[in-house]
C-alpha cells in the first residue's frame, strides 16, 4: 500500500473499487443506495458521469463527495468537465477524477486532490476495451513526469460487462493478463486497483483463496 | 496435579526441564513477589517449589468452562503465575480468568515458549498486548532463555468490567421488527424472574401486547432501515441500559425460568456469552434441536484481510462443542450476555446489518482485543423458530479439530415421532400455504422478464401441498426464462433472498456470476448432461469443502449421485444450460425437509397419526434414545465433570 504527498494511505484497505456502487437486492447498481453502501462498507467506488445514468447532484446532496471514509473516482469528460460538475460541492481529498477524452493511448489519465486545492495528475485508468483488443492495443507515450507522477493504476474486470451475450467473447483470465501487463509498464511500486462489478464476490474468493 | 485438558484438544507439549523451570520461577518471585503465588499452568511442578509455599497450584481440566472467580475470586491475589499456556487452545479464556483474579498493583510471572508469544494466526499481538490487557498490564521484565520467554507483569489498574460485576442490575435488550408475540411474552416472562434491579428496553417498533411496567421502555432507530440495522439497536441499548449487566436478545426466543441461577452459577465476571440455544420442532420437546449459537470460523490464513472486508463465506463457519473454544469462535448475534463496560469497548460494526455475519466480525473484533466468546452451559434458550436452511443438516467442528460437513442432525427419534406423532409437529412455514404461495407468486410475475406467456396463477399450484412441490413449479417456470442481463439474475436471485433465507450479498454474486458464465460459455447441446454434473459437483463440494482433490470430489460426485439422481430427474432442467444450482439446492433441501417434518402449514394436521402425545414411559425411552443419537453427541450435549450439560429435561424446563 502506498502512501500520497500528506501521508494518507491511498485506497487504505482494499485493491478493488466498485464500478456501479456496492449494489445488493436493496439497493439498485449506480443508485445512490449502492453508493451510500460503498461509503458505509469503506469500499472505494467509480462514480461513471459519462453514461447519463447518473444525477450527480443527488451524489453532492448526499455529501458522498465531502465524506472522508472511501476513496471515488469520478469518471467524466474532461478535468474541466468535473470542475463543472463538483462547481460549488463541498469536497474531500478522497475525490479523483478519471478524465475519459483525455487519452494517452488506451490509458485514461487520474487526477487526485492531494493539497484539497486543485487536482493534479496522479495515475491511470485503464478501460476494459472491446473483446478482440489485445488488453492494451496501444501503450501510452508516457512521459517522465507522468511515469514520476503515477501512483495508482486502476483498470476494468472483464466482470463490469453486464449482457451475457458479451460476456462470451472475452478470454476468462484477460484480468490477469491486464494485471501483469500494467504491473510490467509502470513497476511494482504502484497501487493497482481492479474495478469490479462484483466486489463482495471478490472479496469472498480473496478469502477462499487466502 | 496442574491443569490438563482432554487429549481430545491435543494441546501442544510444554517440555520445559523442571531444573530451568525452578530457576526461572524461584529467581523471579525473589523480585518483588509477595506472599504465596497463584500457579495456572501445564508445566509440572517440583516439590521443592511447592515445598516452600511460593505457589499454590490451580488444579483444573480446561475446556470451554474454565473458570476461577468462584474459587478464586474477583481480583483478589496479589500475585499470579501462568505457564505454558499459549500451547492451549483456551489460552485466551486461561488468560482472561487469571488477570481477573489478580488485584491492581499485583505481580504476574509468565512463561512460555518464545515461538507462541508472537500473536496468532487471528492478531500478531501476543495476550498481554491485546486492547482489553495492553493498558492495565506494565512489563517490568523480560528475559529469553533458550526457547523460553519469561516475563513479569504488574497489574497497574482494575480491570475494565470491575463496576459491572459489583453491580446485580440486569438490563435485557429485545430487538423488534414489528408486531411480536413472542416479543410481548418475552418482556413478560422477564419481568416474572423475580429480579428487583431488572429493566426491559425494546428497541424497534412497539411490539404490541408488551406488559405496562414502569421497568419497560422502548427505543428505536431515528429512522426505519429495512436492512435490519441490529447492530446500531445493539449499541443503542447499551447505551441505554441503567444496569451494568447485560443480556441482548433477538424477539424469537423463550427466556428460561432459571437464567438468573445460571448466571449465579457461571459467577459475575464473565466476558461475551451466549447460551446453548434450541429449536424443538414438536411440542413435546423430546428432541432438541440446535440452533446456531456458538459458532466458529475455521480459517488459519489470510484472517486479517478477510476481516478487514468483513465478508465471511458460510462454508468456513461451524459449530463446535460448547465446551470447545477457538480464537475465531463467536456467539450468535440473536442473544448476548456481556458486561455494559465490554460492550462499549468492543462495539459492534454499524456498518453490517442483519445476515451480513455482524456476528462472526464482532466476535473475532473482541478475541482480537482479548475478550472470549464462550458458552454458559448452565441452562439453555428455546428459539421459537428453527432457522430456515438447517433443518436438516449443519457444519459441524468435532473436538479433535476434524469437521463434518453437512451433517445430518435429524435423529431416528425425531424421525419415528415424525411417523407416528406428526399432529404434535410445529409448521415448518408460519404463514398459511395460500399467503405463502401467493406472496412468491406475485413477486414471480412482478420479474421483468416474465412476459404474459409465463405468468403464473394460484390454479398453477393449485396441486401442491408444501415446499418441493411449490418451488418445482417455481423453478420449471425460472428454467424457461431469458436470462440475458446481470439484472435478470439479480431480480431472480431475489426470489430466494427475499423469500427463502437474506443470503449474504458476497454469496448471491457468486451465484449470479456462476449463471453468467454458464450461459455465456455451454454449448447448448450438452445442457443437460453439463447441468447435471455442475449440479452434482457443487453438492460434493458442499459437503467435502471448498478444496478437495479431485478424486475425493469425483468419489463424492459419485455418491451423492447415486443418492440424488432420481431426484434430481424429477426436476425441470434449464434449456439454455443455465447453471441454477441455487434453486437446484434448495428443492433438494425442502425435499429432505419434507421427509422429517410433517407438518409444513400451520392448517395442514395429517390425519394418519396420533394426535394425542406419547405417554411418560415412552418419552422417557425416546429421550433415552435420543441421548444415544449423533445429533445428541455432537451437536447438542457435552460432558463435564460428570455432569451432562446443559440440563434441557428437567420439570423447570419442561
Known amino acids: 500500500m502506498m502512501s500520497n504527498t500528506s501521508g494518507a494511505r491511498v485506497a487504505p484497505s482494499y485493491s478493488v473499487a466498485a464500478y456501479r456502487g456496492l449494489w445488493d437486492r436493496r439497493a439498485a447498481p449506480n443508485s445512490i443506495g449502492a453508493f451510500r453502501r460503498a461509503c458505509i462498507k469503506g469500499v472505494p467506488f467509480v462514480v461513471d458521469l459519462t453514461t447519463g445514468a447518473i444525477d450527480h447532484r443527488e451524489l453532492i446532496s448526499e455529501g458522498l463527495f465531502g465524506q472522508s471514509t472511501v476513496h471515488v473516482f469520478l469518471k467524466a469528460e474532461t478535468l474541466d468537465t468535473a470542475h463543472e460538475i463538483l462547481d460549488g460541492a463541498s469536497l474531500s481529498k478522497n475525490i479523483h477524477v478519471v478524465a475519459s477524452n483525455a487519452k494517452n493511448g488506451d490509458l485514461l489519465p487520474v487526477f487526485c486532490r492531494d493539497t484539497g486545492v486543485s487536482f493534479s495528475h496522479c495515475g491511470f485508468y485503464l478501460p476494459l476495451g472491446s473483446p478482440n483488443e489485445e488488453p492494451i492495443s496501444a501503450q501510452g507515450r508516457l512521459t517522465p513526469a507522468e511515469s514520476e507522477q503515477t501512483r495508482m493504476v486502476l483498470h476494468e474486470s472483464i466482470d463490469i460487462v453486464q449482457d451475457i451475450a458479451e460476456m462470451r467473447m472475452y478470454s476468462h483470465d484477460r484480468d490477469t493478463a491486464v494485471r501483469s501487463f500494467l504491473v510490467g509498464l509502470f513497476g511494482d511500486d504502484k497501487h493497482y486497483v481492479k474495478v469490479s462489478d462484483l466486489v463482495e464476490r471478490e472479496f469472498l474468493i480473496s478469502q477462499i483463496e487466502g | ?654
Request: hydrophobic share 35%; aromatic share 12%.
Open chain 2, 1 to 654: 496435579m496442574t491443569l490438563t485438558e482432554k487429549a481430545v484438544f491435543s494441546r501442544r507439549e510444554f517440555p520445559i526441564d523442571s531444573t530451568v523451570l525452578e530457576d526461572l520461577v524461584e529467581k523471579s518471585l525473589r523480585t518483588g513477589f509477595r506472599g504465596t503465588t497463584l500457579y495456572c499452568g501445564y508445566a509440572r511442578l517440583t516439590d521443592r517449589l511447592t515445598g516452600k509455599g511460593l505457589l499454590a497450584e490451580v488444579e483444573a481440566r480446561v475446556d470451554g468452562f474454565f473458570r476461577l472467580q468462584q474459587r478464586y475470586g474477583f481480583e483478589e491475589r496479589e500475585a499470579v503465575s501462568t505457564v505454558g499456556i499459549r500451547g492451549s487452545r483456551f489460552a485466551l479464556l486461561i488468560f482472561w480468568e487469571v488477570f481477573h483474579v489478580l488485584a491492581p498493583g499485583g505481580l504476574w510471572l509468565d512463561i512460555d515458549d518464545v515461538g507462541l508469544c508472537r500473536g496468532t494466526p487471528l492478531t500478531e499481538k501476543d495476550l498481554p498486548d491485546r486492547d482489553y490487557y495492553r493498558e492495565a498490564l506494565t512489563c517490568l521484565t523480560e528475559e529469553r532463555r533458550g526457547d523460553y520467554l519469561l516475563r513479569v507483569y504488574r497489574k497497574e489498574s482494575p480491570a475494565l468490567i470491575g463496576g459491572d460485576v459489583k453491580d446485580d442490575g440486569w438490563t435485557f435488550g429485545i430487538l423488534t421488527a414489528g408486531p411480536s408475540a413472542a416479543a410481548a411474552k418475552l418482556v413478560e416472562d422477564i419481568l416474572e424472574l423475580g429480579s428487583v434491579n431488572t429493566e426491559v428496553i425494546i428497541c424497534g417498533p412497539d411490539p404490541g401486547g408488551s406488559p405496562d411496567d414502569d421497568r419497560v421502555r422502548r427505543i428505536d432507530l431515528d429512522r426505519p432501515e429495512p436492512r435490519g440495522w441490529i447492530t446500531r439497536k445493539k449499541n443503542l441499548i447499551a447505551d441505554a441500559a441503567t444496569y451494568g449487566n447485560l443480556c441482548i436478545v433477538h424477539d424469537r426466543f423463550v427466556i428460561p425460568r432459571n437464567f438468573f441461577d445460571a448466571m449465579r452459577r457461571y459467577g459475575s465476571v464473565f466476558s461475551t456469552l451466549t447460551f446453548p440455544q434450541f429449536y424443538f420442532p414438536e411440542v413435546t420437546k423430546t428432541v432438541p434441536q440446535r440452533y446456531p449459537d456458538y459458532q466458529a470460523l475455521l480459517q488459519d490464513s489470510n484472517l486479517e484481510e478477510t476481516f478487514s472486508h468483513k465478508t465471511y463465506h458460510a462454508d468456513r463457519i461451524f459449530h463446535p462443542q460448547y465446551d470447545d473454544f477457538l480464537e475465531t469462535a463467536f456467539c450468535c448475534g440473536g442473544l448476548y450476555v456481556t458486561k455494559r463496560s465490554l460492550w462499549q469497548f468492543c462495539r459492534q460494526d454499524e456498518s453490517l446489518y442483519h445476515c451480513e455475519w455482524e456476528d462472526v466480525h464482532f466476535g473475532l473484533d473482541s478475541q482480537r482485543k482479548g475478550i472470549p466468546h464462550r458458552v454458559n452451559p448452565f441452562t439453555f434458550f428455546e428459539s421459537v423458530n428453527g432457522h430456515p436452511l438447517l433443518c436438516t443438516r449443519m457444519h459441524t467442528l468435532n473436538a479433535n479439530g476434524t469437521t463434518s460437513r453437512s451433517l445430518f442432525h435429524v435423529s431416528d427419534v425425531q424421525k419415528r415421532l415424525a411417523r407416528r406423532y406428526s399432529p404434535l409437529f410445529k409448521p415448518v412455514v408460519n404463514r398459511s400455504r395460500n399467503e405463502y404461495y401467493s406472496g412468491i407468486i406475485a413477486a414471480f410475475n412482478a420479474l421483468e422478464m416474465v412476459d404474459e406467456s409465463l405468468q403464473m396463477s394460484m390454479k398453477d399450484v393449485s396441486h401442491c401441498r408444501g415446499l418441493f412441490d411449490f418451488w418445482k413449479e417455481i423453478y420449471r417456470r425460472v428454467a424457461s426464462l431469458p436470462l440475458v442481463r446481470r439484472e435478470d439474475l439479480l431480480a431472480l436471485y431475489n426470489l430466494l433472498t427475499s423469500f427463502v433465507y437474506a443470503h449474504q450479498n458476497c454469496l448471491v454474486q457468486s451465484w449470479i456470476r456462476n449463471t453468467e458464465l454458464s450461459l455465456a460459455r455451454l454449448n447448448p447441446g450438452t445442457v443437460k448432461g453439463m447441468s447435471l454434473l455442475t449440479t452434482l459437483v457443487r453438492t460434493a463440494r458442499s459437503l467435502l469443502g471448498t478444496v478437495p482433490t479431485r478424486d475425493r470430489l469425483v468419489n463424492a460426485a459419485i455418491s451423492v449421485g447415486r443418492e440424488l439422481l432420481p431426484l434430481y430427474l424429477r426436476i425441470p432442467v434449464p434449456s439454455s444450460g443455465a447453471d441454477l444450482s441455487p434453486f437446484v439446492s434448495l428443492l433438494l433441501y425442502y425435499w429432505e425437509v419434507e421427509r422429517y417434518y410433517p407438518v409444513i402449514f400451520p392448517a395442514d394436521s395429517p390425519s394418519s397419526a396420533s394426535s394425542s402425545p406419547p405417554g411418560p414411559a415412552e418419552r422417557a425411552r425416546m429421550r433415552e434414545r435420543f441421548l444415544g443419537s449423533a445429533s445428541a453427541k455432537n451437536l447438542v450435549f457435552v460432558q463435564s465433570d460428570n455432569e451432562r450439560l446443559p440440563t434441557v429435561w428437567s420439570d423447570e424446563n419442561d
